[in-house]
């Protein structure tokens, strides 16, 4: 059943990011396209920017969200570059004496309630996420791009293939013409690069001789590949 709502879209384009789950799915990516170790992937921040802000007018709020890695200033500094705002959130200690994410989520869920809310004219969500899963508090991006699609928004959802939640791919079956996925995949060789060095996998010593990124293709045909249509 269709029940998307047409309305003309007019307003501006939201760019949101949840570093954890695109790294993560990077990673993921990368042991199954080429068995590197999750140690030594990276992320041509550039370039991922790049995808994601390719033909856009019109932009509003952008935002990155993530913990504080060590050592990764690159990606702080591409990102603010490319006109994000970086929410920085430090791990915190648990209970078991692990380092875990703390509000990384909810930070974001917050920002797309607060824009569907201010904004007069109803525009596009861009949303660089894999998570379906609902928090501690009950929200979910899945919840809001339900809340998006119903008053009209265009969602896009970028993800690894892999690491993208059902929940959060179905939300395109349920809106079939607000709603998209977009699989980063198409552009793994040139967003996903390998640290060179020794990487400890499960006790054994693993040498990684490094790999750089390739070239990006921005064509028509390269997106369109790139997206869900099944």
């Known amino acids: 059943m269709n029940t998307s709502v047409e309305k003309p879209h007019i307003g501006k384009t939201h ?6 789950n695109i790294f ?19 992320i041509d921040y550039q370039k991922l920017f790049a995808v994601i802000g390719r033909k856009r007018a019109s932009l509003g709020t952008s935002m990155l969200a993530g913990s504080v890695p060590p050592g990764n200033d690159a990606l702080w500094e591409a990102a ?19 380092l875990i994410e703390q509000g990384v989520d909810e930070a974001l869920h917050l920002k797309i309630g607060n824009i569907l809310l201010d904004e007069d004219q109803p525009g596009t969500i861009v949303l660089l996420t894999g998570d379906g899963a609902t928090t501690e508090q009950e929200c979910s991006f899945t919840k809001q791009v339900e809340r998006a699609a119903k008053r009209g928004w265009k969602v896009e959802i970028w993800s690894w293939r892999s690491q993208l939640s059902p929940k959060l791919r179905d939300m395109r079956l349920r809106f079939p013409d607000l709603v998209t996925v977009n699989y980063l995949d198409e552009w793994y060789w040139g967003l996903v690069f390998l640290k060179a060095g020794e990487y400890d996998v499960k006790g054994d010593l693993v040498v990684v001789q490094g790999r750089r990124t390739q070239g990006i293709d921005l064509t028509d045909s390269a997106f369109a590949a790139a997206r869900e249509t099944t």
């Open 15 to 20: 760019i949101f990011m949840d570093n954890s």
């Open 24 to 42: 993560g799915g990077a990673q993921r990516t990368a042991r199954e396209k080429e068995s590197a170790p999750w140690k030594s992937v990276r």
């Open 80 to 98: 603010q570059t490319a006109g994000f705002d970086t929410t920085l959130l430090r791990r915190v200690e648990s209970d078991d004496g692990r």
